[in-house]
């Protein structure tokens, strides 16, 4: 498995911004098809984008016009850009990486918006 460590989370009021970045342990990363996912207290995690080995990307309808997802392959490193925060964006947030079949997880930021 690869090694995913996220980092960027923090408290910010709605309408803010924030960027998460989620570094890889392995030169596999360019390989690698790469996504976040969320999870609220209470509520099962849940898509919401992805970014393909091949560049190709893809949002839940919930925050599509507001996040950017992007990676930097020569940082091993993979990128949410989230604007117009709203206080349903609360969660914790996982990146994932899907290469030859294999899930790799990492522990989790927390993103929390406050009204």
């Known amino acids: 498995q690869v090694q995913l460590v996220e980092s960027g989370g923090g408290l910010v009021q709605a309408g803010g911004s924030l960027r998460l970045s989620c570094t890889a342990s392995?030169?596999?990363?360019?390989?690698?098809?790469m996504s976040w996912h969320r999870q609220a207290p209470g509520k099962r995690r849940e898509f919401v984008a992805i970014?393909?080995?091949?560049?190709?990307?893809d949002y839940a309808n919930s925050v599509k016009g507001r996040f950017t997802i992007s990676r930097d392959n020569a940082k091993n490193t993979l990128y949410l850009q989230m604007n117009s925060l709203k206080p349903e964006d609360t969660a914790v947030y996982y990146c994932?990486?899907?290469?030859?079949?294999?899930?790799?997880w990492g522990q989790g930021t927390q993103v929390t918006v406050s009204s």
């Open positions: 994932n990486a899907l290469s030859r079949g294999i899930n790799s």
């Open positions: 970014i393909l080995s091949a560049g190709g990307t």
């Open positions: 392995e030169s596999i990363f360019s390989r690698s098809d």
